[in-house]
């Protein structure tokens, strides 16, 4: 590809991304560069007569900074603005850094060295963290196949490589099968039962386009709202095949973005790898930077929920069949149905809705109330700045206070538009870290949804779901954020093994559904009017209202992926359906397409850069943590300052530190225990 530009934005050194500046040509010359500098750097690394932390440890930490600050910005833009140019760069890229961190990691040199400063009397001096730095690097060398001989090692090279590209192909796949449906709606009453701000936002979408009527997509602000509320059956269906069938050889765009053969190759490259590793299966492998200790205990950990809550699931969907059949005559829910008799139901039972509650929590109010949730949790203050360059227009950028000094800054980018990655996430930008002057570079993150934007001059509307993920992925920000380690290897989110990174995210949703903090986080967008207690107590009394089945749903996906994850043998054809059929036979209690093809679009597994591939089960595992450690503040207060600094202190600011199961214990005073849980859900009493 082309030299290195000398202007180019990417091999400057600034301080927060360039946002405005970068452009897709600054990228691969930006990259090449880099990579080419830091192996010149690792090779005079080697060359030191003896091996200190700062010598080694912290040099490699300087250039593994380098090119995540390159890195970060352009992988996130893919993410949020996407276009062929920035897609076509970044694709290039990820072989060239993966075939980088191959060499790294099977460095026989650099092991030495780590194994030679792990030995040393240095080691005995050096802080908690710098410890874990050396200990994880030791892992991961092995984990990168350090000790293969050089045929399995070039083996192993190219299986990354090629596994780096499929990942990434498969989520623009997904991506892209989003972007490609749409349907315009002339005749309103096609789009009985929708709510008005549903309504506005597909005439906001087809005006976009230049059409009148009213545009729909697969977007969340504009599907769910369709599946909950339309009257129209034939049109909740259209939508449900074409959502439950993207990027598969199924429904309207069958073949044509279809997925099917890469989530063999995913699959076969990850077995193969972990093979030469010597680890029976994936799952065994990836299991070895997690809490859980054998996938034969997360399957039990998952089968035990599962049998503690599936007849309380069962019972829910009969409720919702009979309430169904009572008022609505329905004999049989079909997939499309049960999100809108849900909804019906709920209303019946509790005199409340999802759409009422919208009214409540204008996006302004909440993200401000949110602040204040975290200011007495934990004594900081977040103040929005305007100096740090965005990717659109959207984004809104904080920085956060502790003691009257700034101690990180974050973008928050809060509504869905095209070219963005659906769901919601958190990611560094930046990573807290002490410099070789002795200054200290300050964390920075991305906080990342897809919530209904404004609509006009009115604020967005967020839903009570939308609240609760707004928290949730604050929270993995605050972990990021508030750490006070100054090791980038284990600073913030970095090196916490997957399965406890959910707790602080999980953790912090509770605060959506408590009377105090719900002061706080509502105000009517017309009259500013808080939640009124009539309306909080129907909210509290709906809580757990399906929850077992929300669980059964949570149970499939976990055990799905590990299953998938331990068993996948690519002589056997259909697998990937024949296991998901099971795991649905095992817990699932919905009605299911025979077209449905989920899996073909499921990224977190599929094509999520970081630990989901047979480690979806994190999400519960960490939820039995985060509702544990919730029952404290239960007990104290919600908002006992106490109880708050003392989760920070243990939780937040050790960051990757220290064992997770440690922390927990520090923080808690004890193990965790399902039963917290099971009673947070209304599963047990």
């Not at 352009?74 to 949020?80: A, E, F, K, L, Q």
């Not at 019906?344 to 509650?357: G, H, R, T, Y």
Request: net charge negative.
């Amino acid at each position: 590809m082309s030299q290195s530009l000398p202007s180019n934005p990417l091999l400057q050194n600034h301080e927060l991304p360039p946002f405005d500046e970068i452009q897709a040509q600054h990228i691969v010359p930006a990259i090449e560069a880099i990579l080419d500098e830091n192996r010149r750097a690792v090779d005079a690394i080697l060359k030191a007569d003896t091996f200190t932390y700062a010598g080694l440890a912290h040099s490699l930490e300087e250039l593994s900074d380098r090119l995540n600050k390159a890195w970060s910005p352009v992988s996130h833009m893919n993410s949020v603005v996407s276009n062929d140019e920035l897609r076509e760069a970044v694709n290039y890229c990820l072989p060239l850094i993966s075939e980088y961190e191959t060499e790294l990691g099977q460095n026989k040199d650099l092991f030495k060295a780590f194994e030679t400063l792990a030995q040393s009397d240095e080691f005995t001096t050096l802080s908690v963290a710098q410890k874990k730095v050396v200990n994880n690097s030791l892992r991961d060398f092995r984990l990168y196949g350090v000790a293969l001989d050089d045929t399995k090692k070039a083996q192993f090279a190219k299986l990354s490589k090629q596994l780096s590209e499929i990942t990434s192909q498969f989520g623009d796949n997904v991506m892209d099968a989003t972007d490609a449906w749409s349907k315009l709606i002339t005749d309103a009453a096609e789009l009985a039962g929708l709510p008005e701000s549903a309504l506005s936002l597909a005439k906001q979408a087809a005006k976009s386009k230049g059409e009148e009527g009213y545009l729909l997509t697969l977007d969340a602000p504009s599907y769910f709202p369709v599946m909950v509320y339309c009257e129209n059956a034939a049109l909740r269906k259209e939508l449900s095949l074409a959502i439950t069938t993207r990027a598969s050889d199924k429904g309207p765009q069958a073949g044509q973005f279809d997925n099917s053969q890469l989530m063999v190759q995913i699959l076969s490259l990850r077995k193969e790898l972990a093979q030469l590793l010597s680890f029976s299966n994936f799952a065994e492998q990836s299991l070895a930077t997690k809490m859980a200790d054998t996938p034969a205990q997360v399957i039990d950990f998952l089968n035990d929920l599962a049998a503690k809550s599936k007849s309380a699931a069962q019972d829910d969907f009969k409720a919702l069949e009979a309430f169904a059949q009572e008022h609505y005559k329905v004999e049989s829910l079909n997939p499309w149905d049960v999100a809108f008799y849900s909804e019906k139901q709920k209303k019946a039972a509790f005199d409340i809705s999802d759409e009422q509650l919208r009214a409540y929590f204008p996006a302004p109010v909440v993200t401000a109330g949110m602040f204040q949730v975290a200011n007495k949790l934990f004594g900081i203050e977040v103040k929005e700045v305007f100096d740090m360059p965005t990717w659109h227009a959207d984004v809104t950028t904080y920085a956060i206070y502790k003691d009257n000094k700034m101690i990180a800054r974050f973008y928050l980018d809060l509504y869905a538009r095209g070219k963005k990655r659906g769901g919601a996430w958190m990611d560094d930008c930046r990573v807290r870290r002490q410099l070789t002057d002795g200054s200290l570079q300050l964390p920075v993150a991305y906080l990342v949804c897809n919530f209904p934007g404004p609509i006009g001059d009115a604020p967005a509307l967020l839903s009570h779901n939308d609240l609760q993920t707004l928290f949730h992925e604050f929270g993995h920000g605050l972990h990021h954020m508030l750490t006070q380690v100054d090791c980038a290897g284990v600073s913030g989110i970095n090196g916490v093994a997957w399965d406890a990174v959910e707790l602080p995210s999980q953790f912090l949703e509770n605060w959506c559904w408590q009377r105090e903090s719900l002061e706080l986080i509502s105000s009517h967008h017309k009259t500013g009017e808080s939640l009124p207690a009539e309306l909080l107590n129907k909210m509290l009394a709906a809580r757990n209202f399906q929850s077992a089945m929300a669980m059964a749903r949570q149970l499939e996906l976990a055990l799905f992926d590990m299953r998938l994850h331990i068993e996948f043998t690519e002589s056997e054809e259909h697998q990937i359906q024949t296991i998901l059929d099971e795991v649905r036979q095992q817990v699932s209690v919905t009605p299911v397409s025979p077209d449905n093809r989920f899996q073909q679009a499921f990224s977190h597994i599929f094509s999520s850069p970081v630990g989901y591939g047979a480690g979806y089960y994190s999400y519960k595992w960490a939820e039995v943590l985060s509702a544990d450690a919730f029952s404290l503040f239960e007990d104290e207060g919600i908002f006992n300052a106490a109880t708050g600094e003392k989760f920070l202190s243990t939780v937040l600011a050790n960051g990757g530190s220290q064992d997770a199961m440690d922390l927990f214990v520090a923080f808690r005073g004890r193990e965790p225990s399902v039963d917290a849980l099971l009673k947070q859900d209304g599963i047990a009493a």
